[in-house]
């Protein structure tokens, strides 16, 4: 059983930084992607940002320019840092991941458990 384990939320004020960590298990044989999504409740689940490997980053454009997503390969890590924080970014924040865990194995869709990012005065 694969689990992606999130840290990082929490309560800031408007203008303010937070950063995410998201960590997969190193005993795996493959990261195809890495990702954050955000639900805000009575919205769906959105893409905020992705990495995959060897690929370009994506951007959703309500975070360009404010929020960069960076992966640690060795670790099997994946962070979101985000800075000039907007009351609209309140939500829940998901890491994906897509992970093939053995040779054997198709690659699957995992999700951690969720961590909750507020802003507000």
């Known amino acids: 059983q694969v689990q992606l384990v999130e840290s990082g939320g929490g309560l800031v004020q408007p203008g303010g930084s937070l950063r995410l960590s998201c960590a997969a298990p190193t005993s795996i044989f493959r990261i195809d992607y890495m990702g954050w999504y955000r639900q805000a409740p009575g919205n769906a689940r959105e893409l905020v940002a992705a990495?995959?490997?060897?690929?370009?980053?994506n951007y959703a454009d309500s975070v360009k320019g404010r929020f960069t997503i960076s992966r640690d390969n060795a670790k099997n890590m994946v962070y979101l840092q985000m800075n000039s924080l907007k009351p609209e970014d309140t939500a829940v924040y998901y890491c994906?991941?897509?992970?093939?865990?053995?040779?054997?194995?198709?690659?699957?869709?995992?999700w951690g458990q969720g961590t909750q990012v507020t802003v507000s005065s």
């Open positions: 990495m995959p490997t060897g690929g370009s980053t």
């Open positions: 994906n991941a897509r992970i093939k865990t053995s040779i054997f194995r198709p690659i699957d869709d995992y």
